[in-house]
T-cell receptor, first 113, second 115 residues
Framework: KNEVEQSPQNLTAQEGEFITINCSYS?????LHWLQQHPGGGIVSLFMLSSGKKKHGRLIATINIQEKHSSLHITASHPRDSAVYICAVRWGGYGGATNKLIFGTGTLLAVQP | KAGVTQTPRYLIKTRGQQVTLSCSPI?????VSWYQQTPGQGLQFLFEYFSETQRNKGNFPGRFSGRQFSNSRSEMNVSTLELGDSALYLC??????????????FGSGTRLTVV
């Protein structure tokens, strides 16, 4: 079983739809990241969460530490949102500090006009 | 402010050769971590550096090595290349390593093809 599980793996939506991508993890973490990767490979960090909820434009990210679960929501989706969305956790380590990230497998989102 | 710069962007090498990839972090960032992305395994942690010291290493063979210089620039080296080393190699920089950590900035990656 992967330490970070994402669902769904693939998602096709119509423009304007509300989208939810889920992430569950099984390791101790110090923070959770949502990343966006466009074709060509470049990765952009969307959110870093250690508790609660964050909002940036049409994107909302939430995390429930007790349930080890996070969601990324996209409101009023647009074709330019088409990308791979990756959940990554900053590993809590063995009492020592680390910037090591453990990644989910990603969700390929296609938003059709 | 310049972002994270990875060079080269694309590279083709032959099996058995070695390769060195470079990552220049954002000015002032002292932590650099490296990741390998393949279609089969996804993104995997390679190693991380802070203040010229390797802090953690992922589960990769000893053919994969790295270092960080006093100006925080980092290099990774892969010796005796195998076909399976074909991947996108990404580096990420952050301001600090522990307290005060405020997220990563990723480079655009180096796409290595081994033939």
């Amino acid at each position: 079983k992967n330490e970070v599980e994402q669902s769904p793996q693939n998602l096709t939506a119509q423009e304007g739809e509300f989208i939810t991508i889920n992430c569950s993890y099984s390791v101790g973490i110090s923070a959770l990241h949502w990343l966006q990767q466009h074709p060509g490979g470049g990765i952009v960090s969307l959110f870093m969460l250690s508790s609660g909820k964050k909002k940036h434009g049409r994107l909302i990210a939430t995390i429930n530490i007790q349930e080890k679960h996070s969601s990324l929501h996209i409101t009023a989706s647009h074709p330019r949102d088409s990308a791979v969305y990756i959940c990554a956790v900053r590993w809590g380590g063995y009492g020592g500090a680390t910037n090591k990230l453990i990644f989910g497998t990603g969700t390929l989102l296609a938003v059709q006009p | 402010k310049a972002g994270v710069t990875q060079t080269p962007r694309y590279l083709i090498k032959t099996r058995g050769q070695q390769v060195t990839l470079s990552c220049s972090p954002i000015s002032g960032h002292r932590s650099v971590s490296w990741y390998q992305q393949t279609p089969g395994q996804g993104l995997q942690f390679l190693f991380e550096y802070f203040s010229e010291t390797q802090r953690n290493k992922g589960n990769f063979p000893g053919r994969f090595s790295g270092r960080q210089f006093s100006n925080s620039r980092s290099e990774m080296n892969v010796s005796t290349l195998e076909l399976g080393d074909s991947a996108l190699y990404l580096c990420a920089s952050s301001l600090v390593w522990d307290r005060g950590f405020n997220g990563y900035t990723f480079g655009s990656g180096t796409r290595l093809t081994v033939v």
